[in-house]
């Protein structure tokens, strides 16, 4: 590898060759009020948070 942070790189991508379900029940029960923002809202957060402007 010319980077040792990548080492694990070659080990975690075969993970992503297939989807990945989460089951948030557990969550949900744990967190009631918690807001689940959309990916809109979310990058309008990051975005609003680094005035890149």
């Given amino acids: 590898?010319?980077?040792?942070?990548?080492?694990?790189?070659?080990?975690?991508?075969?993970?992503?060759?297939?989807?990945?379900?989460?089951?948030?029940?557990?969550?949900?029960?744990?967190?009631p009020d918690f807001k689940v923002t959309t990916y809109e809202e979310g990058i309008k957060a990051i975005l609003n948070d680094y005035d890149i402007s």
Avoid at 16 to 26: E, H, M, P, R
């Fill in 1 to 31: 590898m010319f980077n040792s942070n990548l080492k694990e790189t070659k080990e975690l991508l075969p993970r992503y060759a297939i989807d990945n379900l989460f089951v948030s029940d557990k969550f949900k029960k744990a967190f």
